[in-house]
């Protein structure tokens, strides 16, 4: 009979994701789901259930070593069930596709954003005549070369302007184009461009002379609001710019025309290691997951803190689901938790991909019918993974970077700009887009504490039964949406290792599926009425509490040393020729 009831849990789950179940909104005073099972209306109070997720022992393990793998989550297996890692996959899209739009509109200019382009020509011809230390020279015009910007440097640069470019070729893990910076000559020479200018200016002179050559209102306040941008669209600067000489101050020990952003992991190679090596089998990403998980490192964004470090306390609830407030409805097994950890790898690999231009990368020395009268199962009903809190701070971070683009660009702007993808712009304002995705993790937020048999955040409780009816209607296209498909494999480098003269990577290589074991420490309460009248049924077959399995997506991740960059068109080809974890791995290192 316990064999008959998980079978029949299983198949009521499943005719529950085709549609055969219906699900009630939520009661305001009694949080709740009723479906149909024969002749009878099931009303099931959620009040008291707890749920706990783990992973069966017949799962794949450390078979993942070795299987094969996808290139995105949904060719790893199709499924009802709305995992985390879909919903990911979607934000990744979104969040490079945002990007490159910000990076477009930055570099040419629009609405009241003055434009990179313009400064830079305006700074090189203020050096152009210049007697001035050659390094200033060089960096900018160097930089100037490489955003394609039509400068001609005055001729006593050659000789050293032609070094400076020798020497930031060869420094892949600086110079080379990355992520969706691949996806046209403009996005590439922006990304060139700007990571020349980070270069730190070792003359004492050379700031000085950069900020002689940025006075003038206009001119200053262009220089201003690059920075600006920078900082809120990613995070606070890793070190000095020329803000404070420009204001009549003096700068940081460690300047550069337009700095890298800090991050957390950045913050800690440098803070653990300083300028030494780490060890060969030092894992920064688990070391993060470490230091959040007892303490020592908190992910909360802090006043200054930018969308970069808002993504990232999206991310914290993966690594402590018993610190959320779904944990009073949530137990989680260990073999889950793990798995959690490595979304939350997978996740830091996917956004610091997204932002790599900017972030600092430090350099280191359907229903069975039988004549037999089955009984009423009732199953835990996920049909998302109850990542509640996780999917509430991601819309929380699409709020601020629409005010930062609003407030850089004027509040117009996002119905002129459009996401940019690898074939070109998307037809809907960003605007419009970016809406679109604060709304789908609202709606996660909201149907993963409905099923949790808990009120959503009192921000979003108001709006919460649309944007859960926007997310079942999105669900329906998750086949066809092309977001879903698209190969999400890249590299993305950590820092830099001087002494073994190779780069730290995080790679994600690919997605697999597992299943999860979805069942009760504390069952609901369950009533049984008839659907014809709605009235209780005072004899009506067995009810039984079971278990039920769903299948969620998860990115395969590591960490290696390797001596050569690769972009994403590279690096999947170098996949596509090994296929499994172990074999990718081998050949990397």
Same mark, same amino acid.
């Given at each position: 009979m316990r064999t008959l009831c998980w079978v029949a849990g299983i198949l009521a789950a499943l005719s529950s994701m085709a549609g055969d179940v219906v699900v009630t909104a939520a009661d305001a005073a009694v949080p709740g789901r @009723? *479906?149909?099972s024969g002749d009878y209306r099931v009303d099931v109070d959620l009040r008291p259930q707890v749920l706990r997720i783990t992973i069966p022992s017949n799962s794949l393990g450390a078979m993942v070593d070795r299987m094969p793998i996808s290139p995105s989550p949904i060719g790893a297996g199709r499924s009802d069930f709305l995992s985390a890692a879909l919903l990911t996959q979607k934000a990744k899209q979104f969040d490079d596709g945002l990007m490159a739009a910000v990076e477009l509109a930055a570099e040419q200019g629009l609405g009241r954003f003055p434009g990179k382009a313009a400064l830079l020509r305006t700074v090189c011809a203020a050096l152009?005549?210049?007697q001035g230390p050659r390094e200033a020279r060089e960096v900018m015009f160097a930089a100037s070369q490489l955003g394609a910007l039509a400068v001609t440097p005055p001729p006593d640069l050659d000789a050293g302007l032609a070094a400076r470019l020798t020497a930031f070729e060869r420094a892949d893990f600086a110079s080379k184009p990355v992520g969706f910076y691949t996806w046209s000559p403009e996005l590439s020479v922006i990304f060139r461009q700007d990571r020349m200018l980070q270069t730190q200016l070792e003359d004492a002179r050379s700031a000085p002379a950069l900020a002689l050559a940025l006075r003038g209102d206009s001119v200053t306040i262009a220089y201003d609001a690059m920075l600006s941008l920078a900082e809120r669209l990613t995070n606070p600067l890793a070190w000095g710019d020329l803000r404070p000489l420009l204001a009549g101050g003096a700068v940081r020990e460690t300047v550069s025309f337009f700095p890298p952003s800090a991050t957390h992991e950045s913050r800690l190679v440098k803070r653990l290691f300083g300028g030494f090596p780490p060890p060969a089998d030092f894992d920064l990403a688990a070391e993060i997951v470490t230091r959040v998980r007892d303490g020592r490192l908190s992910l909360a964004p802090q006043a200054e803190s930018g969308w970069y470090d808002r993504q990232m306390w999206s991310f914290e609830p993966l690594l402590d689901p018993e610190? @959320? #407030?779904e944990a009073a409805r949530l137990r989680t097994g260990d073999d889950y938790r793990a798995l959690l950890v490595e979304l939350f790898k997978g996740?830091?690999?996917l956004t610091r991909e997204t932002h790599i231009k900017q972030v600092e990368v430090p350099i280191l020395v359907s229903s069975i019918r039988s004549d !037999?009268? %089955? #009984?009423?199962? !009732?199953?835990p009903g996920l049909t998302i993974e109850p990542l509640a809190s996780h999917y509430l701070r991601r819309a929380q971070a699409y709020v601020y970077v629409r005010q930062v683009i609003e407030q850089a660009f004027g509040a117009d702007a996002l119905a002129q700009m459009w996401r940019v993808t690898a074939t070109g712009p998307v037809q809907t304002p960003l605007g419009d887009e970016l809406e679109s995705m604060r709304s789908l993790f609202v709606g996660a937020h909201a149907l993963a504490c409905r099923q949790l048999?808990? #009120?959503p955040d009192a921000s979003v409780r108001r709006e919460a039964p649309a944007e859960i009816d926007r997310l079942e209607a999105w669900r329906k296209t998750l086949a066809t949406d092309p977001d879903l498909s698209n190969d999400t494999r890249m590299m993305v480098p950590l820092f830099f290792d001087q002494v073994r003269g190779q780069t730290k990577v995080l790679v994600v290589l690919g997605w697999a599926q597992r299943s999860l074991a979805v069942g009760f420490d504390t069952p609901p309460v369950v009533k049984v009425r008839k659907a014809a009248s709605g009235r209780i049924a005072r004899s009506h077959p067995p009810v039984k509490i079971v278990g039920t @399995? !769903? @299948?969620? %997506?998860f990115p395969v991740v590591a960490e290696v040393y390797v001596s050569r960059i690769l972009d994403r068109g590279? *690096?999947?080809?170098f996949c596509d020729q090994r296929r499994t974890r172990d074999a990718i791995l081998e050949a990397l290192q």
């Open positions: @009723t *479906f149909l152009a005549d210049s610190r @959320t #407030p996740l830091l690999a !037999v009268e %089955q #009984p009423i199962c !009732v199953d048999g808990m #009120p @399995t !769903v @299948t969620t %997506q590279e *690096f999947r080809r």
